[in-house]
């Protein structure tokens, strides 16, 4: 059975890419930092729809506790096909004047620092040259890599974009090695993220600015990384899809 671990599996488009990823026959990884309920929900939620699963608790930003959940996924015996990098962290809207060096750096160590990590410890087991047997990496970015969220968070749309090019660089430094490396950057989508910068309301308000007028849900990001990880997708590598609704 391949194995899929999803970093902030236990939420919003992580929690909507386990249950997809469990659907199609995906042995699952939820990974999560703090809310442990909401990650053993989503373990309960694939059993009693007869999928597989099991949750691990890491700090992705904390290179020890990376490791273990790696070898806690090596301990069950899991053979590791697919990571999909979506654990993601934003703070206060605020203008570049409010920065702290301390939250920039949180920012990074998460969503960048965090993601590497992964990568590395995901390579070493899929890597052909490693003995592995291959396998597929998604890259949940952001269209704020694009934009840059002037006056909302530079510092989260900086490591976006940190993250577009840990996409592309890993697909070439990998595509020998019989692993692909794609992401997806997500416009405005239904989660609990927008409140975490103060605006909970935020998909409603920018929904007239998106070309197909609404916001997005959880489940049409995770059908994008379901396809990138996919065997539908077995020649894209280095490719980033922009689920964002036209924007
Ligand atoms: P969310 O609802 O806030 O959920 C975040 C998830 O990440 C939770 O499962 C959380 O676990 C986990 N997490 C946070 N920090 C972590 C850490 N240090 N280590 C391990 N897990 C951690 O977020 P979301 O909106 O679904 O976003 C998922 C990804 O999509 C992020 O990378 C985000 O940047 C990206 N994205 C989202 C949108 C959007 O509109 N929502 C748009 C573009 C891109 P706990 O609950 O245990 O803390």
């Not at 599996?9 to 809310?35: D, F, P």
């Not at 087991?125 to 934009?147: F, P, Y």
């Not at 416009?187 to 609990?192: A, K, Q, V």
Request: net charge neutral.
């Amino acid at each position: 059975m391949k194995t899929a671990l999803v970093t902030g599996g236990s939420r919003g488009i992580g929690r909507a890419t386990a249950l997809l990823l469990a659907q199609q026959g995906y042995q699952v990884a939820v990974n999560y930092h703090q809310r442990e309920a909401a990650a053993s929900e989503v373990v309960t939620l694939i059993h009693q729809r007869g999928g597989k699963a099991f949750s691990v608790q890491a700090d992705i930003a904390d290179e020890e506790q990376v490791v273990t959940m790696f070898r806690t996924l090596d301990r069950h015996g899991a053979v590791l096909h697919a990571l999909v990098n979506n654990a993601g962290i934003l703070f206060q809207q605020a203008g570049i004047e409010e920065l702290s060096a301390e939250r920039i750096n949180r920012v990074f160590a998460t969503n960048v620092t965090g993601a590497f990590l992964c990568c590395r410890e995901a390579v070493k087991r899929m890597s052909l040259r490693h003995g592995g047997q291959g396998g597929a990496i998604v890259n949940v970015s952001s269209a704020a890599a694009r934009s840059g969220a002037p006056h909302e968070y530079i510092d989260y749309a900086a490591s976006k974009g940190a993250m577009d090019t840990l996409t592309k660089g890993l697909s070439l430094e990998v595509a020998a090695q019989g692993i692909r490396v794609n992401g997806v950057r997500p416009g405005f989508i239904y989660t609990d993220m927008h409140a975490d910068g103060g605006e909970a309301g935020r998909v409603d308000r920018m929904a007239p600015t998106i070309p197909l007028q609404r916001g997005g849900e959880p489940e049409e990001i995770a059908q994008a990384i379901l396809w990138l990880l996919s065997d539908a997708a077995s020649y894209i590598t280095g490719s980033i899809i922009d689920a964002a609704g036209g924007r």
